[in-house]
């Protein structure tokens, strides 16, 4: 069964230091999301990406990031300036584009464990 | 997207049906009812979604009332992996998933 992939699975940085999380969406899947979770806090979405571009984002989703579809298969999230509170995990998901009662169901990855130091 | 309320936890012995109650009383007619969950810190899980009518997969059954204000989802027979955070979300076409805290459901052997 054709699943998300997410890389790397920990990553531990300074604080300020630039990261990228890196993700395989399913193949044949066109729309691209991040969500992060804080430790013991929901699940949130940060950013929805179709098309080569920004279709929706959230509060969270400041400056500091950025999302690109580099090639025909990665999708990366990037934190410029990481800070403290960015420790968390970080969920990249995918689905087909709206059209149809299963089109759109999202299927997450494994996530990235990220801690700002 | 509609607001849903769940119970923060529940049990559930190892190989009875688990029924997890969702409440979404102001749910609107183009909005699906999405189940996710999310075992320990793992990439949240699609089990099954619905509009007005019952489904069923491999995974689960949703049962919707008639109104559409509530819903069930029943894991018929529970096992220990199926311990996790259970997720009901109400979500229109072409939204992001809003997760709340969901049901921590717990499997007791």
């Known amino acids: 069964e054709p699943e998300v992939t997410q890389t790397p699975s920990h990553q531990v940085t300074q604080m300020g230091q630039e990261v990228i999380l890196r993700c395989v969406p399913i193949?044949?899947?066109?729309?691209f999301y991040w969500y992060r979770q804080i430790l013991g806090q929901k699940v949130e979405f940060l950013v929805s990406?179709?098309?080569?571009?920004?279709?929706?984002k959230s509060e969270i989703f400041d400056d500091q990031f950025s999302v690109e579809r580099p090639d025909g298969s990665n999708f990366t999230l990037k934190i410029r300036s990481t800070k403290l509170e960015d420790s968390a995990m970080y969920f990249c998901?995918?689905?087909?584009?709206?059209?149809?009662?299963?089109?759109?169901?999202?299927?997450f990855g494994p996530g990235t464990r990220l801690l700002v130091l | 997207d509609a607001k849903t309320t769940q119970p923060p936890s529940m049990d559930c012995a190892e190989g009875r049906a688990a029924n997890l109650p969702c409440n979404h009383s102001t749910i609107s007619g183009n909005e699906y009812v999405y189940w996710y969950r999310q075992i320990h810190s793992q990439g949240p899980q699609y089990i099954i979604h619905g509009l007005k009518n019952n489904e069923t997969n491999e995974m689960a059954s949703l049962i919707i009332t008639e109104d559409r204000k509530s819903s069930t989802l029943i894991l018929p027979h529970a096992t220990l992996r199926d311990t996790a955070v259970y997720y009901c979300?109400?979500?229109?076409?072409?939204?992001?998933?809003?997760f709340g805290t969901g049901t921590s459901l717990t499997v007791i052997p």
């Open positions: 998901a995918s689905s087909l584009p709206p059209g149809g009662q299963y089109q759109e169901t999202q299927y």
């Open positions: 193949s044949n899947h066109l729309y």
């Open positions: 990406f179709y098309n080569n571009e920004i279709s929706e």
């Open positions: 979300i109400a979500r229109t076409t072409g939204n992001q998933f809003y």
